[in-house]
Structures are given as structure tokens and as C-alpha cells.
């Protein structure tokens, strides 16, 4: 149970206004900060550390295609690279947005 700090109405924990006096109660999402400057720069350069490693892997797994194809062997150059060079592409796409990469 919680509290109004208005009318001192007993309140659900989940509530985001008060059913009594209709206070409402500020937002705490997106205010967790970081522990500081260095876990963030930790934090940053293993985010692109991710999206370099799997940028690259999707350069190789297409690479890899490439070269089964040339050998003759269709089965693992039209599955295993495409299906490989895209995921390592998706994730590098992933890494991006959580990084924010692309917003400076």
C-alpha cells in the first residue's frame, strides 16, 4: 500500500493518481541513471565493439556464399551464407539502435 502525500488516501503501489484527490504521481520511467561516466563509456564502446563484430561477420557470412557458390555447392551458398549474412545484419542493426549510434 502507498500513501497520498495530498490527502493521505491509501493507495494500490501501481496507481498513478490518487482515486480521491486525483494527485498525480510524477513518471519514473526512463529516470535511472548511470553509475557513472566510466560505466557508461563501458557501456558505449561494447554496444559498438557489438555492432562493428557483427557488421563484419555479415560482410564474411556473405563472403562465405560467395565462395560456396563458386565451388559448386548451391545448398550451402543460397542457406547457410544468405541465412547467416542476415542475421549478423539484423544484429548489427540492433546494436545500433540500443547504442543510439546513429542519433548524433
Do not use: H, W
Not at 32 to 51: D, I, Y
Not at 76 to 92: I, Q, R
Amino acid at each position: 500500500m502507498a500513501i497520498c502525500p495530498a490527502c493521505s488516501a491509501s493507495l494500490d503501489v501501481m496507481e498513478v493518481s490518487c482515486r480521491t484527490c486525483g494527485f498525480d504521481f510524477p513518471s519514473t520511467t526512463g529516470t535511472v541513471k548511470s553509475n557513472g561516466s566510466l560505466a557508461r563509456r563501458l557501456e558505449e564502446g561494447l554496444l559498438m565493439a557489438g555492432a562493428v563484430v557483427s557488421g563484419f561477420s555479415s560482410l564474411l557470412s556473405a563472403l562465405y556464399a560467395f565462395d560456396q557458390l563458386a565451388r559448386g555447392e548451391l545448398l550451402s551458398a543460397f542457406m547457410t551464407g544468405p541465412v547467416g549474412a542476415t542475421f549478423c545484419a539484423a544484429m548489427t542493426v540492433v546494436f545500433i539502435k540500443v547504442g543510439g549510434i546513429a542519433e548524433s
